[in-house]
């Protein structure tokens, strides 16, 4: 039938008693595109509401959401001129018109880039020149970063800029987004994507180096939604004329988790998205007020600010029946006292995925649930774990610990303009997650530690590659690692491990603030610099961050 299905019955003739799967049978995924897929239900309540802004109240209908993306599909072609497989980026906060902007321009058959809108002008620019955006979506409000970017593009970029405030107006040489798509033109609205052709372009580092872009195929996300609608998997109840589950949602949609799980997956299961465009303790806790929402996506540090902040009452838990947690680690006593807040009422489930692999496993029906597990595989997913000096080896037993990889339908096609690490990502077709981890008698998985270079704080990824490349730029600076340390609320920090030439010294607030101003908050050296004589490596020259980790725990914790 399609790419898919061949994918299933190759999984089927390498089964091995290693290898684990869900014990639900695999799921059929239809051969259509993603925006195709996602409108196939519209038209069963058009009139609901689809997405909604909760800072403004500005709203969008499904019908409305499939009318104007159609015509913004048609106004990047004619208006703009862009081509299929051109890349746009969208550079937009969790804003009602982000899921227009994707599918708009998944109609024209271009391709997307989502975009951290907190990006420093460097970060973003890296982003830009990477993939050779043609186009650009932003919001009014970051008119002058947006500017800065472009500047130093290599050619002139149409922006269209969404207004989020009436006082807002269009920056002179921008393109208005309203006006862009209140037209339809007269030209077809037939587009040429195929299932295959490359949708969107997220950002990781994958397991080492600087971030690249992650390829997600039309198909590679219809698949995800499929395995996440799934009767085994959701936590979220059918839309009917009587009832529709409102998600408060303040996970940023260019990052995976935010795009698959909430964006895509509920606007196709036609749940009410109310967007936060950044979190705010009073917005967030009036909009639990306000929406009472059944679900709530959350990461490390929401869970535990809804578990520690004295605004979340019992009056706010009342709604709520599942806490879905995923992007970093979230410990089984985390779990515990969340619970016990809500009296006991709500179920914690936990997430597993990566740019790479948005979902792998889900914890779901309380089916030999344990407190700490990240579930189990999605259907049409295999995983298995293997030693970790040896990727080629056979793949390891339940309860033993090794790196986790992956197959299945729902995995990147591989890093843009990148073969060299699209190669050393994937082992014999599976993808390599550079994660620690086992699974249990019942096919629990855990994840026990990173293998790879990142850092995550707060969710976010944070490439210590970057960081290293940068402080290694500064006056007198020889060498420099970064590595994780724990940190109580944001999950972990960086710190870093610097040389300086003989005889030298340096002012480390300045080289705070430099850093500081070169990169996003969040990437930030919040964990203190350190300046030794020497940064321990292997013979073959690379760094030995475990050990400087190893010292640092021993000394600090
Ligand atoms: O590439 P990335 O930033 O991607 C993510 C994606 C997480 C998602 C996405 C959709 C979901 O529905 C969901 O539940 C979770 O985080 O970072 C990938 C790395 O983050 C760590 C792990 O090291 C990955 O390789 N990570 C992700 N989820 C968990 C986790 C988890 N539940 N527990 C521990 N580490």
Known sequence: LNKNIKKINISFTCYSSNIIRSRFPDIVIPDVTLPEYIFSNFNKFPNKIAVECAETG?????????????????ALRKVLKLKHDDIIAVILPNVPEYPICILGSLLANLKVTTVNPAGTVDEIKRQMIDTDTKAIFTVCSLENHIRQVIRTLPAPVPIITIKTKTTDTTPEGFINFSELLDVSFAIDDKYLAKTNDIAIIPYSSGTTGLQKGVLHSHSSLVSLICQLRSPYVVFTKPTTENFQETLPVVLPFFHIYGFTSLLITQLSIMSKIVTLSKFTPEIFVNVLEKHKPRLLCVVPPLFLFLTNSPLVTQKHLKSVEYVFSGAAPLGPKDEERLVIKSEEKLQVVQGYGLTEAPVVTVNSNNDHYTAGTVGKPLQNTEIKVVSVENALAEPLAKNEEGEIFVRGPQVMCGYYNNPKETESTFVNGWLRTGDLGYYDEYNNVYIKDRLKELIKVKGYQVAPAELEDLIRSYPNVTDAVVIGIPHEKYGEVPRAYITLKPKTNINL?????????????????????????????????????????????????
């Open 58 to 74: 500005r709203k969008y209908t499904f019908e409305e959401l499939r009318r104007k993306s159609i015509n913004l599909n048609k």
């Open 509 to 557: 607030k300045s080289l705070e603030e430099f850093v500081s101003s070169n990169v996003s908050t969040y990437k930030q050296i919040q964990g203190g610099f350190s300046i030794v004589d020497s940064i321990p490596k292997t013979a073959s020259g690379k760094y030995l961050r475990k050990d400087l980790k190893v010292q640092y725990l021993k000394n600090n914790m």
